[in-house]
């Protein structure tokens, strides 16, 4: 068909595509690659939505079971910390977190928070100290991690309270 009407017929008619039968014209298409490649994609774009969706709703989930599995009352060891805050108890909340060294009464309170996936990491001041905790949830009743601060650091090992 091209060769009938010459080249410039080409440059409007790039999609353009001839079927023939000896010489009878069965079917002439413009552009209908590129409507159906779109198609494709538009469906692999909405399968991408979806599985991304899932897995998506998926990590909620489970981000809930471990904040749940989190939550509670803790005794925790810092082997490295200073003597008389080497043990206590850290109360962790939904929005907050504690910690209350033994021999004392006194809840040093988080300035901040954040539990994602199977970590815990949050800020407190012991002390007239900033501390920073980070914390990962290893099973139901084990949680490890650190604490930091200005002069040093400890490793953490909790242990779930059953009272």
Excluded at 64 to 76: A, E, H, I, N, Y
Excluded at 96 to 121: A, E, L, M, Q
Aim: net charge positive; with cysteine.
């Amino acid at each position: 068909l091209m060769a009938l009407w010459g080249p410039e017929l080409k440059a409007p008619f790039q999609g353009l595509r001839v079927s023939l039968l000896g010489s009878k014209l069965i079917s002439l298409n413009f552009g209908e690659i590129k409507h159906q490649n779109h198609l494709t994609m538009k469906g692999k774009a909405a399968h991408l939505i979806i599985i991304v969706s899932i897995l998506f709703i998926g990590s909620l989930q489970a981000n809930s079971q471990v904040k749940k599995t989190c939550l509670g009352r803790w005794d925790f060891e810092a082997p490295s910390a200073p003597q008389g805050y080497n043990f206590g108890v850290i109360e962790i909340k939904n929005d907050s977190i504690n910690t209350i060294f033994s021999g004392t009464t006194y809840k040093f309170p988080s300035v901040w928070v954040r539990i994602t996936n199977d970590s815990v990491t949050y800020k407190t001041v012991i002390d007239g100290t900033d501390v920073l905790f980070s914390l990962k949830v290893e099973n139901a009743s084990n949680i490890g991690g650190n604490a930091v601060w200005s002069d040093g650091e400890t490793r953490m090992i909790l242990k779930k309270k059953t009272n």
